[in-house]
């Protein structure tokens, strides 16, 4: 029998005689199998969790953007109330409007942001059964919209979440910057979308709320607008230049209308006047 | 000054000692010394030989230079590059652009480079710190957004960082020998002889 090597028996040695036996070409390969295994595995987790999919905080990157950022909470209660009315003013900076706010809130709202201009006022009160909450822009009052700010002033984010079951009327005039405007679980009445620049994505792929009319203003920048495909919704676009891309709805001159529309039954009705960038309309 | 035989050697000797090596320096004199002791049984003048072998100053320089781009050539240091290169600028004013400006450019775009290197290696070590500390728990360290995404970026960008590194180490090898080869190419142009070593 043969005895047993010094490797089989120290595993120092063995330790020792591995290292010895890297080279720098094999350091190099292991390198960058570590590197395309790591980015691979890090980046497939951060599709997976959501990082890549339009969200309370969208990213394109794996970093945090509010990470150094402190968030300023507010919250508005019903009061009673048994419907609603929100504004939304923001100069500059990214928006998203989505449900999810508690039950006894009208509106939620978390903004980030490095400048104190960007914080905004808030003004509330109460029509009858309706409660209003107006969120505008401090720097707004003072300044124009798109030319105000320096570049740094749009590390600013407005997050803002709505009752899903009361009514309400939303109108969002945004500046410069992109808006997601995600309402699948709420229920509007009345929906005014005004942006200057940046891309816009509204979605109402999930929505299950009552008959509401919308108008939306999209300056430049890309329009994204998502409908439940069961919902009888009809779509009047008027488009400036630019892509119109639409899937699941019929067109008939520059109107879209779901599958099955019938103009008999209550109607979401939708006015979309785009600027400059492309349209992209999808019954999902 | 007279321009003889003693004075041309007594030059050169001045000008290289300490550059060459005793015996090499001596071999050099000795080549010298037995083309003017050809020269004069052929009946030419110690004036005729001087001017013939141009002046014992920029001798002298022509084999320091020489001498020093073999020394790079052979023994690859920093130290030894930078010597040959200056001393290339002895040789011609306009080495300045054609040989001086270029090396720095390829010494800072080396340099730039490296640090990116290192900063990227480094980046991706915070990041995995970072990535602990948020699963931690520590939401002032949340710059990832997912954490644990963030540990397996943070390692790739610390090899990545890693293989710039060696990248670099292995351009530099390259530019160097590429270097070496330039300066021969730029004393023989110099000099009109055919070969610098």
């Known amino acids: ?284 | 000054m007279q321009q003889n035989e003693q004075e041309f050697i007594r030059i050169l000797r001045t000008r290289l000692e300490g550059t060459l090596p005793k015996e090499e320096l001596d071999d050099i004199l000795s080549d010298y010394s037995e083309h003017f002791s050809i020269g004069k049984t052929n009946g030419r003048t110690d004036e005729e030989l001087w001017k013939s072998l141009g002046s014992p100053e920029d001798v002298a320089r022509e084999i320091r230079v020489m001498h020093l781009v073999k020394k790079a050539e052979d023994n690859r240091s920093c130290t030894n590059i930078v010597h040959a290169v200056v001393a290339t600028l002895g040789l011609g004013l306009f080495n300045l652009v054609f040989v001086l400006v270029p090396f720095i450019l390829l010494v800072v775009m080396l340099a730039v480079i490296f640090l990116v290197g290192v900063m990227i290696t480094f980046g991706g070590v915070t990041g995995v710190i970072w990535s602990l500390l948020q699963i931690a728990g520590i939401s002032a360290y949340s710059i990832w957004y997912s954490p644990l995404a963030g540990i397996f970026i943070s390692i790739g960008m610390t090899t990545t960082g890693l293989l710039v590194i060696i990248g670099n180490y292995y351009l530099g090898r390259f530019f160097y020998h590429v270097c070496i080869r330039y300066l021969k190419w730029n004393i023989r142009v110099i000099t009109g002889t055919e070969s610098a070593s």
């Open chain 1, 1 to 284: 029998m043969k005895p047993e090597s010094t490797r089989d028996n120290d595993p120092l040695a063995a330790v020792s005689a591995s290292i010895s036996r890297l080279t720098i070409t094999r350091v190099i390969l292991w390198l960058v199998a570590i590197s395309i295994v790591s980015y691979i595995t890090g980046f497939a987790i951060l599709a997976l969790s959501g990082g890549f999919s339009p969200g309370p905080e969208p990213v394109a990157s794996p970093f945090n953007r509010t990470a150094f950022r402190s968030a300023n909470t507010s919250s508005f209660p019903l009061d009673g109330a048994s419907s609603g009315e929100v504004r939304i003013i923001l100069g500059a900076g990214d928006l998203t409007v989505h449900g999810g706010a508690q039950q006894d809130n009208l509106m939620e709202t978390t903004v980030y942001s490095a400048s104190p201009l960007m914080q905004p006022d808030y003004a509330v009160s109460m029509n009858g059964s309706a409660k209003r909450v107006v969120m505008t822009e401090t720097g707004h009052k003072k300044k124009d919209w798109v030319f105000a700010h320096s570049p740094e002033s749009w590390d600013n984010t407005w997050d803002v979440n709505l009752n899903n079951a009361v009514p309400f009327a939303l109108t969002v005039n945004s500046g410069a910057g992109d808006c997601d405007i995600l309402l699948g679980n709420t229920n509007l009445t009345t929906l005014a979308v005004n942006t200057g620049a940046g891309d816009t994505t509204i979605d109402l792929g999930d929505y299950h709320g009552g008959p509401f009319s919308a108008v939306i203003h999209n300056g430049v920048g890309d329009l994204t607008l998502r409908v439940r495909k069961e919902s009888n919704t009809r779509i009047r676009l008027h488009q400036g230049v630019g892509d119109t891309d639409a899937s699941g709805l019929a067109q008939t001159d520059e109107h879209y209308t779901t599958a099955g529309f019938n103009p008999t039954l209550p109607v979401n009705e939708i006015a979309i006047t785009q600027g400059v960038g492309s349209v992209e309309l999808e019954a999902v």
